[in-house]
């Protein structure tokens, strides 16, 4: 059974920093996806990065300079280092995996096709 759990959330000024950290257990593909998501009451979940086991990253544009997805696969975790927080960026944010198809790609903005979650961890930057 897989399982994930985010930590380092927190509330920050605006311009602070924070990492999150996403530890994964029971994953066992090979070819994968892993990304970080957030999502405000009242709207959408909306995809801030992604990892592929290919090694290719992808950023929403809100983010990119701002923001670094990586993973350390002897820890089995996922990381978000965000610089320059906003007061926009204050959201739940979410670590999720699924499958990676042979030729395909992570999708970003399709966290529908995400298939396992974390509980979240809160992020709230002031101005």
């Known amino acids: 059974q897989v399982q994930l759990v985010e930590s380092g959330g927190d509330s920050v000024q605006a311009g602070g920093s924070l990492r999150l950290s996403c530890a994964i257990s029971?994953?066992?593909?090979?070819?994968?996806?892993l990304g970080w998501f957030r999502q405000v009451p009242g709207q959408g979940r909306e995809g801030v990065a992604v990892?592929?086991?290919?090694?290719?990253?992808g950023y929403a544009d809100s983010v990119k300079g701002r923001f670094t997805i990586s993973q350390d696969n002897a820890k089995n975790t996922l990381y978000l280092q965000m610089n320059s927080l906003r007061p926009e960026d204050t959201a739940m944010y979410y670590c999720?995996?699924?499958?990676?198809?042979?030729?395909?790609?992570?999708?970003?903005?399709?966290?529908?096709?995400?298939?396992?979650w974390g509980p979240g961890t809160q992020v709230t930057v002031s101005s």
């Open positions: 999720a995996t699924r499958g990676l198809r042979v030729g395909g790609f992570c999708p970003i903005q399709a966290h529908y096709e995400y298939t396992n």
């Open positions: 029971g994953f066992t593909d090979s070819r994968y996806c």
């Open positions: 990892i592929g086991s290919d090694g290719r990253i």
